[in-house]
């Protein structure tokens, strides 16, 4: 069974520019998580998405948005670029997003804001 | 806002000591889970702990959830230098948010060979 997939494994952009990040997760999961990961932060979950619907949301700005079409798939945005957006960006997936909430993540995305 | 503590941060020890990683919680978690993590790759799940004072054992890594619930602990026996790598702990809670990992900070464990 494949794994979870991002695309692109490295992103190098500009301030003020807006990026988009992909996700294909595992097949059978309905569940898509997001999550941020910096060496001062640490992994900070951005939102969650089943059946096409957020579910739940962490504590970022409106500039971090997210879809999740009806394969799945995910997609991250994030618009109007700062420098504190350097980061990897980690998507996990899962079956249910149950409590016991197994996720099974890819291999992140590495932004990097200049 | 649930908050996870990890301790140690950084851990260097020698090939074929013991350690262990602790990891709390402010809150009580209906689960916690330990990943471990490796440079340029996405965290990789090893256990899923639910029951108050269960102990999960995976080859030389055994692995306890406390009696309340809000605390963890990861013991490595005999490190070896293929354990090297980012050990974190995330908690998932019940109720609003349910869906989503409080991640602790993480335990970066070097062995040396």
């Known amino acids: 069974k494949a794994g979870v997939t991002q695309t692109p494994r490295y992103l190098i952009k500009t301030r003020g520019q807006q990026v988009t990040l992909s996700c294909s997760p595992i097949s059978g999961h309905r569940s898509v998580s997001w999550y941020q990961q910096t060496p001062g932060q640490g992994l900070q979950f951005l939102f969650e998405?089943?059946?096409?619907?957020?579910?739940n949301k962490g504590n970022f700005p409106g500039r971090f948005s997210g879809r999740q079409f009806s394969n799945s798939r995910s997609e991250m945005n994030v618009s109007t670029l700062e420098l504190g957006d350097s980061a990897l960006y980690l998507c996990a997936s899962s079956r249910q997003g149950s409590n016991n909430n197994e996720q099974f993540f890819g291999p992140g995305t590495r932004l990097t804001v200049l | 806002t649930q908050l996870l503590e990890q301790s140690p941060q950084f851990l260097s020890i020698q090939e074929g000591e013991n350690l262990t990683v602790y990891c709390n919680s402010s809150s009580v978690f209906s689960s916690l889970q330990w990943y471990r993590q490796e440079p340029g790759e996405g965290p990789v799940l090893l256990v899923t702990?639910?029951?108050?004072?269960e102990v999960k054992k995976l080859k030389r890594l055994t692995f306890q959830f406390g009696d309340a619930r809000k605390d963890s602990s990861l013991h490595i026996t005999a490190a070896q230098p293929g354990d090297t790598g980012l050990y974190l702990c995330?908690?998932?809670?019940?109720?609003?948010?349910?869906?989503?990992?409080?991640f602790g900070k993480g335990t970066k464990l070097s062995v040396i060979p």
């Open positions: 998405y089943f059946s096409e619907t957020q579910r």
């Open positions: 995330a908690g998932s809670y019940s109720g609003a948010g349910s869906y989503q990992l409080t």
């Open positions: 702990v639910v029951t108050g004072g």
